[in-house]
């Protein structure tokens, strides 16, 4: 079992920066692929970032460019680095933990996060 806390969400202005984190609990962090998700009211979730427990990287193309996903196995945390902030950002980002191959649809994550609200004013 593995518990996912995320924290850093906030109001930031359009053209901001802010660095969501995922602390994860268990001893096999290192080997999970890490998945950030969201989703904006109305709309379903979807994926942003993910990392792979080798440390490769995968991006949405509307955030790539923008967003950086990182993890750091010794704090059991994966990061999610967000910068220039669009309006188009506003959701409320889940962080998700995947025991197999990093994947981008949320159906192949086993665990989740409560979530955390990111809000870019205009």
């Known amino acids: 079992q593995v518990q996912l806390v995320e924290s850093g969400g906030g109001l930031v202005q359009a053209g901001g920066s802010l660095r969501l984190s995922c602390a994860a609990s268990?001893?096999?962090?290192?080997?999970?692929?890490m998945g950030w998700f969201r989703q904006a009211p109305g709309k379903e979730r979807e994926f942003v970032a993910a990392?792979?427990?080798?440390?490769?990287?995968y991006y949405a193309g509307s955030v790539k460019g923008r967003f950086a996903i990182s993890r750091d196995n010794t704090k059991n945390t994966v990061y999610l680095q967000m910068n220039s902030l669009k309006p188009e950002d506003t959701a409320v980002y889940y962080c998700?933990?995947?025991?197999?191959?990093?994947?981008?649809?949320?159906?192949?994550?086993?665990?989740w996060g409560q979530g955390t609200q990111v809000t870019v004013s205009s």
């Open positions: 998700a933990a995947d025991q197999g191959v990093v994947a981008t649809n949320s159906g192949a994550y086993d665990y």
């Open positions: 268990g001893r096999t962090f290192s080997s999970y692929a």
């Open positions: 990392i792979s427990w080798s440390d490769d990287t």
